[in-house]
């Protein structure tokens, strides 16, 4: 079956301006996850939803950054007033309700120039 | 604070030999540890993963070894080949679908 979906692949954002990622998750999949990857470094959390709530963002540096999950399925990252260190790759994985194995999509590459 | 610490950071090994990663935990609500390889561009992709009731596990050519009172476990790749150049994180987290936290990464190559 299809695995987690990201769109866009890369991003390309002036600093200051507004962005929206997407992420479809493995169908079935209850739990949704948003990372960020920095260069040479492994993935730091953000937020992670159960369903359409978020159960712990905790992860989200501030308030620019915001994720909803509307219907329990697809996921968008919203980063307001982008700044030059935003640019990282965002990555979104997924669960099965009730497993442990969580699952990548391939990441969208975001650059603020 | 760094939950789960990885080493080292890069290592290069040659064709048919035995790389091995360790990774290092504190916090003893961890109970589950996959590793994941990542290939330049793409996303992280689960390897193999252990619970700690279980010392050892063996999946193909990748094996993970666990030391429940060391609070350490490692990853060994059996004769390694060039395709398995990639970067390996180690990561754990507590019960249930809570998120992972990730070890820095180690960059593996192997040399023909």
């Known amino acids: 079956g299809a695995g987690v979906s990201q769109t866009p692949s890369n991003k390309v954002t002036e600093k200051g301006k507004y962005v929206e990622l997407r992420c479809d998750p493995i169908s079935g999949h209850t739990a949704l996850y948003w990372y960020r990857q920095s260069l040479g470094q492994g993935p730091e959390f953000l937020i992670y939803f159960q369903g359409t709530g978020a159960a712990d963002d905790s992860g989200l540096p501030n308030d620019r950054f915001f994720a909803v999950r509307p219907e329990g399925s697809v996921s968008t990252l919203k980063i307001q007033r982008t700044e030059r260190g935003d640019s990282a790759v965002y990555l979104c994985?997924?669960?099965?309700?009730?497993?442990?194995?969580?699952?990548f999509g391939q990441g969208t590459r975001l650059t603020v120039v | 604070q760094q939950q789960v610490k990885q080493s080292p950071q890069s290592l290069i090994v040659q064709k048919g030999g035995i790389p091995i990663i360790n990774c290092a935990y504190e916090n003893t609500a961890f109970d589950y540890f996959p590793w994941y390889q990542q290939f330049p561009g793409k996303g992280p992709a689960l390897l193999i993963a252990?619970?700690?009731?279980?010392s050892e596990k063996k999946e193909g050519r990748f094996t993970i070894s666990f030391n429940k009172s060391a609070k350490q476990f490692s990853l060994h790749i059996m004769d390694s080949q060039p395709g398995d150049s990639a970067t390996y994180f180690c990561?754990?987290?507590?019960?249930?679908?809570?998120?992972?936290?990730f070890g820095k990464g180690t960059r593996l190559s192997v040399i023909a």
């Open positions: 990561a754990a987290r507590p019960s249930g679908n809570t998120p992972l936290v």
């Open positions: 994985a997924s669960s099965p309700q009730g497993r442990t194995e969580a699952f």
């Open positions: 252990i619970r700690p009731d279980v």
